[in-house]
């Protein structure tokens, strides 16, 4: 017996419904996207590994799937190097291509490959699948889709209020509580030079990202294991435990980071982007957290990061500013900012509080009963009509039973079903079913359109 076909660890298939729930999510953040001047672009599935490795550091390098060379991919090594070299080594060796791990590093190659193409600021939204080699677990794939909406060539603080206000407005939109928390690279970059640690900066945030996941004890075990000091520790522990309201940790922090210029010029942006907020606010909750990292290496300013209000699952949408992108592309000078929203995250979210609209507002509203040749003939002229009017309708293919053709109705939760037998041909009628109710009605085409159209809208 042929074992049972299966699909890779990390993996789904999605049938209909989920995938007329997730089109769903798509269509929301896609109109919003648009609604703000981005515009679409795709990037291939798989890079040159040159483009990718090094850009998220040493964690996420150790996550990218690598794919074989073509052909005999061993051709050009010779034994000892095939039995000597480390296998994370050996890897490069025997794979050019990648699978991309977000959007994000292919659009700066991206924009350094096509710059005479595009004009700058360049504002792009993305919607494609990514793939990192993690345990898979609740709320994280090995395989999933990313929205990203990115504006680079500019250095404005203006761009990180309006992703603020995206992302407010998509998670309005889909119905969810949320909080935003924001927090500033150069804000963390003056707090490990106020604590002796300047040249650590990759390894207290790496540890610091995960002060929520692990706590503050394991969170210090981390870095005492990498090397940090006791003193600088010791220095370190207030900014970790500070809490308050963003105005008592500004203040805070003016006193604490006043003899660090990049520090000080990273309060002052996150003071900015509050006073923006203060003038024009958004309806989720802001908060500035000093603990939000991000352990991306390519962050260099503003960080974001969004949380469900209602859902214990991690970041549901995150980013920041990036300066040096496009600089290890060759393009120097080109700053970036943009937001990631998770859509399988967000997608158990919403299924978890049951907030996705009902499904018959996303299936087929009509069925046509199928009594024969000649009938089917008929319909097919009245079922243009309707699709032309919006209304999503099918014609069941087969002259079957009454009763199959109902069952099928049922099964799919459609909740129209139109018949039409010889005396409503000769009447230029439908006698159109309403499933729920079991409600009957002889309506002409134009009345069928205009019964329907209301009824959707």
């Known amino acids: 017996m042929a074992d049972k076909p299966s699909i890779p660890k990390g993996t789904r298939d999605f049938n209909p419904l989920e995938m007329a729930r997730r089109n769903f999510i798509f269509d929301t953040i896609r109109k919003i996207f648009k609604t703000y001047g981005y515009l679409p672009i795709e990037t291939p599935a798989m890079e040159n590994l040159s483009s990718l490795m090094g850009k998220y550091g040493e ?35 025997i794979a050019e291509k990648g699978l991309r791990y977000d959007l994000t590093v292919p659009f700066a190659r991206f924009v350094v490959q096509h710059r005479n193409d595009i004009a700058f600021p360049f504002k792009r939204y993305q919607i494609q699948p990514v793939w990192r080699a993690d345990r898979p677990q609740r709320g994280r794939y090995r395989e999933f889709y990313q929205c990203d909406v990115d504006v680079i060539g500019s250095h404005s603080l203006l761009n990180e209020f309006e992703l603020m206000q995206i992302m407010d407005e998509v998670f309005t939109a889909l119905g969810l509580k949320v909080v935003i928390k924001l927090n500033n690279r150069k804000v963390l970059a003056g707090i490990v030079e106020v604590i002796g640690e300047p040249d650590r900066m990759i390894d207290i945030t790496v540890a610091i990202d995960k002060l929520d996941k692990i706590g503050m004890e394991k969170v210090l075990a ?61 309806d989720a909750a802001v908060e500035f957290d000093l603990t939000l990292a991000r352990g991306l290496n390519y962050y260099t300013g503003t960080i974001f990061e969004v949380k469900s209000d209602e859902v214990q699952i991690g970041s549901i949408c ?140």
Not at 226 to 254: A, I
Not at 378 to 393: D, F, V
């Open 222 to 282: 981390e870095l005492d294991q990498k090397g940090l000091s006791k003193q600088s520790v010791e220095k370190l522990k207030p900014v970790l435990e500070m809490e308050g309201t963003t105005s008592t940790k500004l203040t805070f922090l003016s006193g604490y980071l006043n003899q660090s210029e990049i520090g000080m010029e990273g309060l002052m942006e996150v003071d900015k982007l509050f006073g923006f907020l203060k003038d024009h606010p958004v």
């Open 318 to 457: 995150g980013g920041g500013r990036y300066d040096n992108l496009t600089g290890i592309f060759g393009l120097e000078g080109v700053s970036g900012v943009g937001v990631s929203f998770g859509a399988d995250r967000i997608y158990d979210v919403l299924l978890q509080l049951e907030r996705f609209p009902q499904e018959r507002e996303m299936d087929t509203q009509l069925l046509f009963v199928n009594f024969g040749e000649n009938e089917a003939n008929y319909i097919l002229s009245i079922l243009r009509r309707l699709r032309s009017g919006g209304i999503a309708s099918e014609l069941y293919p087969d002259p079957v039973k009454m009763k199959k053709q109902m069952a099928y109705a049922n099964n799919r939760k459609i909740p129209f079903v139109a018949l039409v037998g010889e005396q409503e041909m000769q009447d230029g009628v439908i006698t159109l079913k309403e499933m729920e109710t079991g409600n009957q009605e002889r309506l002409t085409p134009a009345e069928l359109v205009e019964r329907l159209s209301n009824n959707i809208s």
């Open 59 to 93: 964690e996420g390098d150790k996550l990218l799937f690598k794919i074989l060379n073509s052909g005999d991919f061993k051709a050009k090594l010779d034994a000892e190097t095939l039995h000597e070299t480390p296998a994370g080594r050996l890897g490069v060796l």
